[in-house]
């Protein structure tokens, strides 16, 4: 059974570094006390591999794994489609050509369910009416946190996420 540990928002950008290309890295963060996401490696190649990402690693231990092309909701930038998968429950969002997102799908006010509003670009929670954007951000509350964020990459046309 897979144990949950929330990575917050601050974690993971401190951890992942976008490049000029649009590539995202994920960069290890000796001394700091915290958990270590799964290092992504590899060079810059964007545009060879037919999923219009750049060609560095996927994370090899990846909980969650599946070409782009099996996504179509993610075939165009701003694209979201909601996955369950192992019990986990996020949605992923198609930031550029070569970054998606994956938004757990709890909402931080108490832990509903969201459902994404492809009119307004959001995710609305049903319990007391929390939104968030599509990076996560609260945009009305009661809710006062951001969803939570997975460690994700599209890579070599796959998508990976890491649910830890
Ligand atoms: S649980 Fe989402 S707004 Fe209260």
Do not use: W
Not at 20 to 29: E, H, Q, V
Not at 32 to 42: M, R, V
Request: glycine share 10%; charged share 20%.
């Amino acid at each position: 059974m897979a144990v949950r540990e929330s990575v917050s928002r601050r974690d993971f950008l401190n951890r992942s570094v976008v490049v000029s290309g649009g590539a995202l890295f994920t960069i290890g963060m000796a001394g700091c006390g915290s958990k270590s996401a799964p290092a992504l490696s590899g060079t810059m190649d964007a545009g060879t591999d037919g999923g219009g990402a750049g060609s560095m690693e996927a994370p090899s231990d990846a909980d969650y794994r599946k070409p782009v092309a099996d996504l179509p909701e993610l075939a165009a930038v701003g694209g979201v489609t909601r996955v369950q998968d192992s019990g986990y429950d996020f949605y992923l969002v198609r930031k550029s050509e070569s970054e998606v997102i994956a938004l757990e799908n709890i909402c931080t006010h108490a832990k509903c369910p969201t459902n994404y509003q492809a009119d307004s670009s959001s995710f609305l929670c049903p319990c007391h009416r929390s939104q968030f954007d599509l990076d996560g951000n609260v945009s009305r509350g009661p809710a006062n946190k951001p969803l939570n964020r997975f460690n994700a990459a599209l890579a070599n046309g796959v998508v990976s996420v890491v649910f830890s």
